[in-house]
């Protein structure tokens, strides 16, 4: 085996001055000790000092053309600062998370000895040559600015002459100018940490092609445990991606690059994982890690539904982390489904920044939607899950009828049409503008709003196992459905908003019709036949008053809306009381009240009859923003480029709205006391843009886009009530 490159010490922003390289002291295999300075973190990271040692091996001597102040010494490891999450020794997992100061502090001051280690399947002076060649011919030459200087100083990341084929191919030149912009940007830390992570990824990706004929298979499992690090990291994966150097970049906390990658099988074409099955190692170690409690955040993973369902039953009780599950079929080899790319940039851009996509993925993106902005990268990955819905596996999803009708408010004509292959055949008649109107409005005929509620229902995924809704249902068999046994895989506030949304919208003539229906929607179902029954013997005391005189001298002289309210009914009783005053066909305040007792007895009604199967914990499909907002990192790299755009000059290669988004987002920092008037923020807007009076209409349209996008990741409260929206804490 080839000795250890040598590689130059660069210090961090707190070392103090000195020469390039300062021999650190070395860690024992079986982890450091106290007296070894390099070894020792701080007290945030006290548990995890103890790191394993892997080798980077390289030429016995460098060839010539290289700077002698830039020669490593013999003696010299690479070094990593600790709060980086590049490879923890399987045997040292077994910590927690660091104690001490909290996540999203400053960063740590302290490093640790790191060596990358030679893949098995190769020999290691091979291995050792190509890198330490490849190297000396200028991937990465670290040169101070001048001699001496302040604590902290930067160092300048250049690139001396290009390699020959071995890493970078003809891409370098574009991944090389965004290299040196990033540089300007970080500290020193960060750009030996930028450097670590490319030099395993380029050595991976260039023996697997040289060895194996293809690029390797990539997988996105972000752990985003090292918050510090997050616009960093998203840098430079859009910048692999620009480049093409790894056409999908894995990167997963608590292992090493290199171990991980040697357990990702390899495809012909980039993908995302997996081709046929979950690798059973990975799975093990992500068990493992997270029973440990040494993984924290949001994992992605994307695969065959059959192959995500077996991952979830495996992790259902030890997983501690929140796990992002994208079922897709046949991983990505339908041409009709969404590609890898796609779903990677989508997650990509909500988790970080739309600032930084790479040009792939922005025309993806745009392909889908027109615009990127959050709210579309959500109906993306919805409108990938749809293909799936009839035979998915996966409980934990749920749409609520919000989104439903969110998301066919934005579907395009052709996203409709694909969806129509996958509707039922009595629905695949509607067109796309009479469902964004039904859905939007909840206006139209009985007819056409049976179907829509069909449609729903296909949408909503009912569970497994309860029973379904009649074939022809309408509006005046939603309550009837939902009082039944059985029911569906949604919230039931949810659900309760939906049916009250319906009814309020109907007069009591219309309640009237939706009675009468009921009788003939009834017969078609087994649940419902006691109620046909009833009210067939009963039709007779409907009429008038009778029902009403009935109720009041059983109560005393209570109102049926007052007993309604301190007792439980039964669902007959609730059925026979709506009924009475719908024929009634009077006072028509005293009818809005009682609606609201119904509503109230009907949520009971719903908790009573009802067991609501709950998401498996922390396991989820990309649809609960609340949940992925709090597992996202700090927002403060979002922040700071949302700021950042209204004082930069226009850029042609970031979207129209994300300027838009700025703009809105400025404006609300500097309102008073961080709260502001909705109508009064929208004209503060108009107002700093001189938008003409013809135009005021696009404008505000366009801005409240913007104001859902930031209430979508979580920077503001949505709107309520007096339309008071508060500005949320970063």
């Known amino acids: 085996m080839g000795r250890p490159l040598e590689l130059p010490k660069i210090g961090g922003s707190n070392n103090k001055p000195g020469p390039a390289t300062v021999p650190p002291a070395v860690l024992p295999e079986s982890g450091g000790t106290a007296a070894d300075p390099v070894a020792v973190s701080s007290s945030r990271f006290s548990s995890l000092n103890s790191a394993k040692l892997c080798k980077i091996p390289a030429t016995n001597s460098p060839p010539g053309g290289v700077d002698d102040s830039t020669s490593p010494p013999s003696n010299s490891r690479l070094e990593l600062p600790l709060d980086l999450p590049l490879g923890l020794p399987r045997e040292e997992q077994s910590v927690g998370r660091p104690s001490g100061r909290p996540i999203g502090s400053s960063h740590c001051e302290s490093s640790v000895t790191f060596r990358m280690s030679t893949p098995k399947r190769r020999g290691a002076d091979d291995v050792g040559e190509e890198v330490g060649e490849s190297l000396s011919k200028g991937i990465f030459s670290f040169k101070r600015r001048g001699e001496g200087g302040k604590r902290g100083k930067k160092r300048d990341l250049e690139e001396d002459s290009p390699p020959q084929g071995l890493f970078w191919d003809q891409r370098q030149e574009l991944c090389s100018s965004h290299m040196d912009s990033l540089e300007q940007r970080v500290e020193d830390r960060d750009a030996r940490y930028l450097r670590d992570l490319l030099l395993k990824i380029k050595a991976f990706v260039s023996d697997t092609k040289r060895n194996r004929g293809s690029i390797p298979m990539g997988v996105l499992v972000s752990h985003f445990q090292s918050p510090l690090r997050n616009k960093l990291t998203a840098d430079v994966l859009f910048t692999l991606i620009r480049s093409e150097v790894c056409p999908i970049v894995l990167y997963e906390a608590g292992r090493s690059v290199e171990d991980l990658l040697n357990d990702v099988p390899t495809a012909k074409k980039p993908q995302m994982i997996w081709a046929s ?10 068990k493992r890690l997270c029973a440990q409690g040494t993984t924290t955040g949001l994992v992605c993973l994307v695969g065959p539904v059959a192959s995500l369902q077996e991952l979830r039953d495996n992790l259902t009780q030890e997983f501690t982390s929140s796990l992002l599950l994208v079922p897709i079929r046949d991983a990505f080899q339908d041409p009709r489904a969404f590609s890898g790319r796609a779903v990677f940039g989508a997650f990509m851009y909500q988790a970080n920044s739309p600032l930084r996509m790479g040009p792939r993925v922005h025309d993806t993106l745009a392909d889908l939607q027109g615009n990127i902005n959050s709210t579309h990268v959500l109906y993306a990955i919805k409108f990938c899950l749809l293909e799936h819905f009839a035979s998915s596996p996966l409980t934990a999803l749920c749409l609520s009828p919000q989104d439903i009708r969110n998301f066919m408010n934005q579907m395009t004509q052709s996203e409709w049409e694909e969806l129509q292959e996958h509707l039922p055949e009595d629905l695949q008649d509607l067109e796309r503008d009479t469902v964004r109107q039904i859905l939007v409005k909840t206006s139209g005929s009985l007819t056409i709003t049976a179907k829509i509620t069909r449609l729903l229902q296909v949408l909503m995924q009912l569970r497994p196992g309860a029973s379904t809704f009649s074939q022809n249902v309408s509006p005046s068999g939603l309550y009837n459905t939902i009082l039944n046994e059985g029911g569906l895989l949604t919230k039931v506030k949810e659900y309760s908003e939906l049916v009250q949304k319906l009814s309020t919208s109907l007069s009591p003539e219309g309640m009237k019709e939706i009675i009468k229906e009921s009788k003939l929607i009834l017969k078609g179902s087994a649940h419902c036949a006691t109620w046909l029954a009833w009210f067939e013997t009963k039709e007779s005391e409907f009429q008038g008053h009778n029902f009403e005189q009935k109720q009041k001298e059983a109560a005393g002289s209570s109102s049926p809306m007052l007993d309604l309210k301190k007792k439980r009914i039964s669902r007959d009783e609730l059925k026979a009381g709506l009924k009475s005053h719908i024929l009634r066909g009077r006072d028509v305040e005293g009818f809005a009240e009682f609606r609201k007792s119904f509503f109230e007895a009907f949520d009971e009604q719903l908790i009573r009859h009802f067991e609501v199967v709950p998401a498996v914990r922390n396991i989820f499909v990309f649809d609960d923003t609340s949940v992925l907002n709090k597992c996202f990192p700090p927002r403060v790299s979002l922040q700071q480029s949302l700021t950042s755009l209204v004082n930069d000059e226009k850029d042609p290669s970031v979207p129209e709205s994300a300027y838009r988004l700025g703009k809105a987002f400025s404006l609300l920092t500097e309102w008073p006391g961080k709260k502001a008037n ?49 500005l949320v804490d970063v």
């Open 678 to 726: 909705y109508h009064d923020w929208i004209q503060s807007y108009l107002a700093s843009e001189n938008i003409p009076a013809k135009k005021r209409k696009e404008a505000i349209a366009k801005f409240i886009v913007s104001a859902k996008e930031l209430a979508f990741m979580g920077f503001i409260q949505p709107p309520k009530g007096n339309l008071i929206t508060k």
């Open 277 to 286: 099955k979950l690798c059973p190692a990975l799975m093990g170690n992500l």
